[in-house]
């Protein structure tokens, strides 16, 4: 069992950066991939990043254009989201999801997730 919590959403201005961080509790998140996804009012939950196991391996929406960068840290067992050059198109709830793996690959696709935060928000403005 894995309890995911995500923080540092807020309201931005398009062009700054937001750091999005998903703190997790219990002993098999080193064997977890972990993925972030966000979903705006009237839209689909999409894919926004993802890692594996490992760290080694990453993943990033098409939209993402070097913008984000995801990392983590097992030994804290933390995921982090770092987003630069936010627009107002990146405004949505931001969701962290985690699931076990035997092999060291991003998960792609939310359907595939176990276990999800409650989500954070994060808006952009003009």
């Known amino acids: 069992q894995v309890q995911l919590l995500e923080s540092g959403g807020g309201l931005v201005q398009a062009g700054d950066s937001l750091r999005l961080s998903c703190a997790a509790s219990?002993?098999?998140?080193?064997?977890?991939?972990v993925g972030w996804f966000r979903q705006a009012p009237g839209k689909e939950r999409e894919f926004v990043a993802g890692?594996?196991?490992?760290?080694?391996?990453?993943s990033y929406g098409d939209f993402v254009k070097g913008r984000f960068t995801i990392s983590r840290d097992n030994a804290k067992n933390t995921v982090t989201l770092q987003m630069n050059s936010l627009k107002p198109e990146d405004a949505a709830v931001y969701y962290c999801?985690?699931?076990?793996?035997?092999?060291?690959?991003?998960?792609?696709?939310?359907?595939?997730?176990?276990?999800w935060g409650q989500g954070t928000q994060v808006t952009v403005s003009t």
């Open positions: 219990g002993r098999t998140f080193s064997s977890c991939a």
């Open positions: 999801a985690a699931d076990g793996t035997a092999v060291d690959i991003v998960l792609l696709r939310a359907g595939i997730y176990d276990y």
């Open positions: 890692i594996s196991k490992s760290g080694r391996n990453t």
